[in-house]
Nanobody, 115 residues
Framework: QVQLVESGGGLVQPGGSLRLSCAAS????????MSWYRRAPGKEREKVAT????????NYADSVKGRFTISRDNAKKTVSLQMDSLKPEDTAVYYC????????WGQGTQVTVSS
């Protein structure tokens, strides 16, 4: 049974930082490129960051480039998202999945950026 469990969200002031984590189980994690996605209120889910299966390459949406960093640990089957210089427009529920959103979505973790 595939599980994707996101954690680490919260309320943070503009300019602050958060680190999200995703614990994966039930599939061969190390063969999949993994991504972080987000869904803001009233908007479609969007992909914000991707990392290749071995972690050698990353890609970011223009809106987060230079502020967010994706990483992974294949031994622990986790993928993380370090978010710095957060802006109110980063407010969303954040999810992890493969880069093709292969699996059912987890519950996500809420990130709220507000003063």
């Amino acid at each position: 049974q595939v599980q994707l469990v996101e954690s680490g969200g919260g309320l943070v002031q503009p300019g602050g930082s958060l680190r999200l984590s995703c614990a994966a189980s039930g599939f061969t994690f190390s063969i999949y490129a993994m991504s972080w996605y987000r869904r803001a209120p009233g908007k479609e889910r969007e992909k914000v960051a991707t990392i290749t299966n071995a972690g050698g390459s990353t890609n970011y949406a223009d809106s987060v480039k230079g502020r967010f960093t994706i990483s992974r640990d294949n031994a622990k089957k986790t993928v993380s998202l370090q978010m710095d210089s957060l802006k109110p427009e980063d407010t969303a529920v954040y999810y992890c999945n493969t880069d093709t959103s292969r699996w059912d979505w987890g519950q996500g973790t809420q990130v709220t950026v507000s003063s």
